[in-house]
């Protein structure tokens, strides 16, 4: 009896032994499919989507809701930052999927088109979800407009089109504080020292007035801008790519960049390096739309925190077009001068 018993463990043992080697092997070769356009095996994705679900309830469920989360005032603060942080990848009424939407696995959802429990909305927005594109808003958010935000995603639903713009005009834009004032920015570095580089910032990361009127007609092109300012401030190289034309044209430092394919070889990556360790405050804003152009005119204060700080104050204009019913930028012109 107790030689079986004994059989029996070492049987186990060695089984479990003999797997483990086996999937480490098997994690070794590379042979596992982890391009983002192969979904997982379907036992991977049950793991993954019961333990992504089961913690988020889990933390989420000490959050206290505001009471006056349905309140005009808190959806149409959280309409411009909707806009400019989640459309991309979440939508809006009547807008096609966009090419980062539909690169994206797993998929994010359409919050347009569902209801979602606004304390799980909460702690996903503050502290994102690992390895699936969706990042913590609460590095550079704080609470109250993270609340907004939720506060505009519980409406959405309920939004047509023109509601949606309309809401997004009336908004002021990408605006918020900086959240937790202990994270990381970086290092102290200034990549735009020495160089002559101006930049004006596309109001992301930013705080302060919402500036002149922007017309209805104006506001999905007045996201586009907000979005591609917080892709350059996340590092998102990818989505200021999708938000340019291939034919775009960047006037800079009294240069030229005169494809969307120099930019990204060029000036990109140090332009998203100097708004890492920026703030930059809007001072005011006026855009306009006709037809299928579009153009944003914003001036900001940029405050570098390198090796030497100092202050900027900077004008830019982006000039859009719309074709197929997506808009993108096809004219940048950037310049600053000590503030």
Known sequence: ???TIKTII???VATIVVAAAGLALYTWSGAYGIGADQPHTRVVTAFV?????RAVRAHAAGIEVPTDLASEARIRQGAGNYAAMCATCHLSPGAKSSELSRGLYPAPPRL???KVDPAVAFWVAKHGIKASGMPAWGRSMGDEYLWNMIAFIGALPDLDADAYRALVAQSGGHSHDDGNDDHDHGDDTDPHEGTGHEHGAADAGTSGAAGPPVDAGAAPAVAVVDAFGAALVAGDLATVKDLLDPAVVVLEG?????SRDEYMDHHAGADAAFLKGAHVTRTSRTARASGDLAWVATESTI???GAR??????????TLARHDGVWRIVHIHWSSQPG
Do not use: K, Q
């Open 254 to 258: 009294g240069g030229a960049e005169r």
């Open 49 to 53: 989507a019961t333990a992504r679900d």
């Open 10 to 12: 070492l049987t186990c």
């Open 303 to 305: 405050h570098t925190h």
């Open 1 to 3: 009896m107790i030689r």
């Open 309 to 318: 700080p100092a202050t900027l104050a900077s004008s830019e204009t982006m």
């Open 112 to 114: 347009d088109r569902m």
